[in-house]
């Protein structure tokens, strides 16, 4: 690569971590007003949809499943429990241990799950097979960086 094709490449509007940063932030902005009403934010969401998933997981397990550490998923979880939506219950043979668990009301919030999902696909422009391999190429470029650390 030449001087010139390298000063091309270097401009903001060509790099790839700008463009996701850009993207992530017009996730959140899409999803906000869909989440309003739930009064949940997108990081609870997040939550929401990991317990959805597998109802019953240690915070630690939790933490890993949504690469957040203890300081960002505490504070979130505390929300959640305050709003009624999960409860925090400490293991009976290690208290050090903490269980998420969804509460009734948690629970039946996952029927709003699948109306979010189509609402975003509706704001993406892309089909849902779009969607999945989007999802899918990210997916992949994670796995890629996470091998570099």
């Given at each position: 690569?030449?001087?010139?094709?390298?000063?091309?490449?270097?401009?903001?509007?060509?790099?790839?971590?700008?463009?996701?940063?850009?993207?992530?932030?017009?996730?959140?902005?899409?999803?906000?007003?869909?989440?309003?009403?739930?009064?949940?934010?997108?990081?609870?969401?997040?939550?929401?949809?990991?317990?959805?998933?597998?109802?019953?997981?240690?915070?630690?397990?939790?933490?890993?499943?949504?690469?957040?550490?203890?300081?960002?998923?505490?504070?979130?979880?505390?929300?959640l429990?305050?709003?009624?939506?999960?409860?925090?219950?400490?293991?009976?043979?290690?208290?050090?241990?903490?269980f998420?668990?969804?509460?009734e009301?948690?629970?039946?919030?996952?029927?709003?799950a699948?109306?979010?999902?189509?609402?975003?696909?509706?704001?993406?422009?892309?089909?849902?097979?779009?969607?999945?391999?989007?999802?899918?190429?990210?997916?992949?470029?994670?796995?890629?960086?996470?091998?570099?650390?």
């Amino acid at each position: 690569m030449n001087d010139a094709d390298l000063e091309k490449e270097l401009t903001l509007d060509r790099q790839l971590c700008f463009a996701l940063y850009g993207a992530a932030h017009a996730f959140n902005r899409a999803y906000k007003p869909l989440l309003e009403p739930l009064g949940l934010t997108y990081p609870q969401y997040l939550v929401m949809m990991a317990l959805w998933e597998e109802d019953g997981l240690q915070v630690k397990a939790l933490g890993e499943k949504l690469g957040l550490d203890s300081g960002t998923l505490s504070p979130l979880l505390k929300r959640l429990e305050q709003a009624g939506y999960v409860e925090r219950r400490r293991d009976t043979i290690d208290e050090r241990q903490v269980f998420i668990t969804l509460t009734e009301p948690g629970r039946a919030m996952k029927c709003h799950a699948a109306k979010i999902m189509l609402a975003i696909g509706e704001h993406t422009g892309c089909t849902m097979g779009e969607i999945a391999t989007l999802r899918d190429s990210l997916n992949t470029l994670k796995k890629r960086l996470s091998a570099l650390e």
